[in-house]
């Protein structure tokens, strides 16, 4: 049983920088990815970038590549996502998810525990 809270959302100009948090929480014995996505309207839920708790791998988006950085910190149960250069397209509401695989899945189907999402908006 892990539950996921993110934080951080809220608005930005163009080019500017904003951090995400995803806290975890419950008791588990298992490696898992976490995987953030994000969501605009009128577009489906679309993958961001994936990080795997154990070892920090990552892997990202093209859109977002060179742009956003996912990490961990396991003394504190938290994945960030380091959102940099930000452009208009990246407004949505953004999620983070936990997957049981090790796969850094892209597809939200892959995801079983999903947090409440946090608002991002990027306007002049």
């Known amino acids: 049983q892990v539950q996921v809270a993110e934080s951080g959302g809220g608005l930005v100009q163009p080019g500017g920088s904003l951090n995400l948090s995803c806290v975890a929480s419950g008791r588990s014995f298992r490696t898992y990815t976490i995987g953030w996505f994000r969501q605009a309207p009128g577009k489906e839920r679309e993958f961001v970038a994936a990080?795997?708790?154990?070892?920090?791998?990552?892997r990202y988006a093209e859109a977002v590549e060179g742009r956003f950085t996912a990490s961990r910190d396991n003394a504190n149960n938290a994945v960030y996502l380091h959102m940099n250069s930000l452009q208009l397209l990246d407004t949505a509401v953004y999620y983070c998810a936990i997957s049981q695989s090790l796969m850094r899945s892209s597809q939200p189907h892959d995801y079983t525990s999903w947090g409440q999402g946090t608002q991002v908006t990027v306007s002049s």
């Open positions: 990080i795997s708790w154990n070892t920090g791998g990552t």
